[in-house]
């Protein structure tokens, strides 16, 4: 009875003992993903990158003996100092001159689409290159009213600024209803002033430029978000000053460099992470054959037609985070030589590939591990002509998710013999040919 008990009593012991590391795993299991989270939430909390970011050594605690003040430690003090704003003073008569030659320079720039405070950011634009830097409305103006429309330049507008500690007034001239004329120089090769106009469901666009300009003004204006087919049949190679181009606030390059067919220069510095849509950018731009490696894409859904017909691009484009991206069709359609890398490209979200690389007829990169699958559901619906006389492709795809492809017809039309039946993706449909 005794070796019974004694039996029961360590069983029992390792009974619980099993149960507590249970316990133990599944608290540290709770901590290690309570941890994750907070880190997440931290990520998620921290400040963007052009925003100053409080600076660690100011958070730290004085140390020392618990006699000293908080107010009176050397972070302390810093950081009062550091919060006393600078004091204000009155412009000086030069600086007053520069920003009425500024005012006179811009005068006809403005439509009905700009808010007051529209007008202060654009104008600091210019300020800034000629060392004004604090340009701000009078106290009681409503930042967000709209300029009164005024096509005969009576002085409907009086924008009533401060330039440091001095009173200014800007008063616009001509205030078109949702327009900006674009003024040339009188031989026609330069653009003085940039045009746009409102556009409904498409935001403000750019007015094309004449296809004959050399050179257009350094600064873009901040209202533009869309540079639809502004270079459409451009004759020019590089037109100066397009390179220096602030495009942060640019949605759509639909187009831009549409038939350009001499055009080349290189844009690698233009800002695009707020471009959603590429559609036919570099359409037969035939010289065309610069970096893009650098462009942030990852908000970019239509690529369609992009490179189509730029028979003289060949650049990598392995840095591209394609996440977004929903539209290939015709991609890469008669870019006869492009071999660039894009193997690293997610296309999960990708819907079509219609005739992507028909005629590429020097691509041959392995991307036989793109994968089309996101939350386990292929997105690819259409493969029509896909590799379509792109005779020098030949790796096999028989590890790509095809399973909602419906339309496969002359997906590797006229190359059966570099990509051949035991290459081909596992289509659940017949491929014909036309």
């Given at each position: 009875m005794k070796k019974l008990l004694a039996f029961l009593s360590s069983f029992g012991l390792i009974t619980t003992s099993s149960l507590l590391v249970i316990s133990c795993k599944s608290n540290n299991i709770t901590a290690v993903r309570k941890e994750k989270d907070n880190k997440e939430k931290q990520i998620d909390s921290t400040p963007p990158s052009d925003q100053p970011q409080e600076d660690e050594t100011k958070k730290e605690k004085p140390s020392g003996s618990g006699n000293s003040s908080p107010d009176t430690t050397p972070q302390t003090q810093n950081k009062h100092n550091q919060e006393k704003p600078k004091p204000k003073r009155q412009a000086t008569e030069e600086e007053k001159k520069k920003l009425e030659t500024i005012f006179k320079e811009h005068e006809n720039a403005f439509g009905t689409f700009h808010t007051y405070k529209d007008v202060v950011d654009q104008l600091l634009v210019y300020a800034n290159e000629k060392g004004l830097k604090d340009i701000t409305l009078v106290d009681g103006i409503n930042?967000?009213?709209?300029?009164?429309?005024?096509?005969?330049?009576?002085?409907?507008?009086?924008?009533?600024?401060?330039?440091?500690?001095?009173?200014?007034?800007?008063?616009?001239?001509?205030?078109?209803?949702?327009?900006?004329?674009?003024?040339?120089?009188?031989?026609?090769?330069?653009?003085?002033?940039?045009?746009?106009?409102?556009?409904?469901?498409?935001?403000?666009?750019?007015?094309?430029?004449?296809?004959?300009?050399?050179?257009?003004?350094?600064?873009?204006?901040?209202?533009?978000?869309?540079?639809?087919?502004?270079?459409?049949?451009?004759?020019?190679?590089?037109?100066?000053?397009?390179?220096?181009?602030?495009?942060?606030?640019?949605?759509?390059?639909?187009?831009?460099?549409?038939?350009?067919?001499?055009?080349?220069?290189?844009?690698?510095?233009?800002?695009?992470?707020?471009?959603?849509?590429?559609?036919?950018?570099?359409?037969?731009?035939?010289?065309?054959?610069?970096?893009?490696?650098?462009?942030?894409?990852?908000?970019?859904?239509?690529m369609e037609g992009m490179f189509a017909g730029a028979s003289s691009f060949n650049q990598n484009l392995n840095k591209w985070e394609a996440t977004s991206l929903e539209n290939m069709e015709q991609m890469f359609w008669g870019a006869s030589k492009f071999n660039g890398n894009i193997s690293t490209w997610n296309v999960s979200n990708v819907k079509t590939l219609h005739n992507t690389f028909a005629g590429a007829t020097s691509f041959n990169q392995d991307i036989s591990n793109w994968n089309f699958t996101n939350n386990c559901t292929s997105n690819v619906k259409t493969m029509q002509g896909t590799f379509s006389r792109a005779n020098k492709f030949s790796y096999n795809l028989t590890r790509w998710n095809v399973e909602k492809v419906t339309i496969a017809k002359d997906f590797n039309k006229e190359i059966q013999s570099t990509l051949g039946k035991d290459k081909l993706p596992k289509f659940t449909v017949p491929i014909t040919y036309s």
């Open positions: 930042e967000n009213e709209y300029l009164k429309e005024d096509k005969d330049g009576k002085g409907e507008n009086i924008v009533k600024l401060k330039l440091y500690e001095s009173d200014v007034t800007f008063k616009p001239k001509k205030v078109l209803k949702d327009e900006v004329k674009a003024i040339y120089s009188e031989d026609k090769k330069k653009i003085k002033q940039i045009g746009y106009e409102k556009i409904l469901n498409e935001g403000i666009r750019i007015k094309k430029i004449t296809e004959l300009i050399e050179e257009v003004p350094v600064h873009l204006p901040l209202k533009i978000t869309s540079l639809s087919k502004v270079f459409s049949k451009s004759k020019i190679t590089t037109v100066r000053n397009l390179d220096k181009w602030n495009t942060k606030n640019i949605k759509s390059m639909f187009f831009v460099f549409e038939n350009a067919e001499n055009f080349n220069q290189d844009i690698s510095s233009w800002y695009t992470s707020n471009v959603t849509n590429m559609s036919g950018m570099f359409w037969d731009a035939t010289q065309f054959n610069k970096p893009l490696n650098e462009w942030k894409v990852h908000n970019v859904v239509d």
